[in-house]
T-cell receptor, first 110, second 115 residues
Framework: RKEVEQDPGPFNVPEGATVAFNCTYS??????FFWYRQDCRKEPKLLMS???SGNEDGRFTAQLNRASQYISLLIRDSKLSDSATYLC???????????FGKGTMLLVSP | ETGVTQSPTHLIKTRGQQVTLRCSSQ?????VSWYQQALGQGPQFIFQ???????GRGNFPPRFSGLQFPNYSSELNVNALELDDSALYLC??????????????FGPGTRLTVL
């Protein structure tokens, strides 16, 4: 089983759609959780951290379920500029390394 | 911009050669992590340096080695290059174990092609 698994993509959605990404992780010692965004041939950029209580940043909402070892990212009112690969990332506290999923590509069309 | 810089941007080498990649961390950060990202994959952890000492290593052979300097910049060295080493090499800087969240900020990467 891979340490971090994400929905296979790509997701093709029209502008204005709501899209959800799912991610599961295998290491129960994981303590920090993130979503990164990566544009084509660019470096990953932190989109948002994910907290147990869930958190929202504008059109983006992240949820964490520790019991199920499941993380999600919801994007509302998709924009063309949201087209990118979304990477689910976990960090095992004390080891200070990031474990990435393979990423899910999102394509938003006019 | 994250303030993390990497050089060179692109590099072409042949099998068996050696390569050195460089990374300057964000001001105030003492930890540098290196990742390899093959096409269509997520980044994979190579190793991390914290205050000039190696602080963890991923599943990479010994021909991948590194250094961190007193100013916290870092080098990644790869000996005896193989075709499968072709990838985007990313460095990320952070406050490491001194941070409650250890958010890592990535440089633009070095794209290595091995022919």
């Amino acid at each position: 089983r891979k340490e971090v698994e994400q929905d296979p993509g790509p997701f093709n959605v029209p502008e204005g759609a709501t899209v959800a990404f799912n991610c599961t992780y295998s290491n129960s010692a994981s303590q920090s959780f993130f979503w990164y965004r990566q544009d084509c041939r660019k470096e990953p950029k932190l989109l948002m951290s994910v907290y147990s209580s869930g958190n929202e940043d504008g059109r983006f909402t992240a949820q964490l379920n520790r019991a199920s070892q499941y993380i999600s990212l919801l994007i509302r009112d998709s924009k063309l500029s949201d087209s990118a690969t979304y990477l689910c990332v976990v960090n095992v506290r004390g080891y200070s390394t990031l474990t990435f999923g393979k990423g899910t590509m999102l394509l938003v069309s006019p | 911009e994250t303030g993390v810089t990497q050089s060179p941007t692109h590099l072409i080498k042949t099998r068996g050669q050696q390569v050195t990649l460089r990374c300057s961390s964000q001001s105030g950060h003492n930890t540098v992590s290196w990742y390899q990202q093959a096409l269509g994959q997520g980044p994979q952890f190579i190793f991390q340096y914290y205050r000039e000492e190696e602080n963890g290593r991923g599943n990479f052979p010994p021909r991948f080695s590194g250094l961190q300097f007193p100013n916290y910049s870092s080098e990644l060295n790869v000996n005896a290059l193989e075709l499968d080493d072709s990838a985007l090499y990313l460095c990320a800087s952070s406050m490491g174990l001194e941070s409650s969240t250890d958010t890592q900020y990535f440089g633009p990467g070095t794209r290595l092609t091995v022919l």
